[in-house]
Nanobody, 121 residues
Framework: QVQLLESGGGLVQAGGSLRLSCAAS?????MAWFRQAPGKEREFVST????????RYADSVKGRFTISRDNAKNTMYLQMNSLKPEDTAVYYC?????????????????WGQGTQVTVSS
């Protein structure tokens, strides 16, 4: 059972930056970030394959967020720049034994507890 622990969330003003981290208890394959805002469904943010060679982003974050990973540390990151109030959500880390990338939450087997990101206007 892979355990995932997110960190790095917080309160930031619009236009600011945050870096989220997701530490895995063991080696994982494809990893991803999802988020859920109050009253809304969980949505895909970004995903990365084990090698880091393939990444995907939601249109809403493309050009502002960057996903990366350090396999030596079993850790994935999400650098979030130019944050907007609409980025406010709980951000979840996910990992799945899948080939390639996927924006579908149901294919990911393991989930973290989430970290709150709040962007003030």
């Amino acid at each position: 059972q892979v355990q995932l622990l997110e960190s790095g969330g917080g309160l930031v003003q619009a236009g600011g930056s945050l870096r989220l981290s997701c530490a895995a208890s063991e080696h994982t394959v494809t990893m991803a970030w999802f988020r859920q805002a109050p009253g809304k469904e969980r949505e895909f943010v970004s995903t990365i394959t084990w090698s880091g060679a393939s990444t995907r982003y939601a249109d809403s974050v493309k050009g502002r967020f960057t996903i990366s990973r350090d396999n030596a540390k079993n850790t994935m990151y999400l650098q979030m720049n130019s944050l907007k109030p609409e980025d406010t959500a709980v951000y979840y880390c996910a990992a799945g034994l899948i080939v390639g990338t996927s924006a579908m939450a149901e294919v990911y087997d393991y989930w973290g507890q989430g970290t709150q990101v709040t962007v003030s206007s």
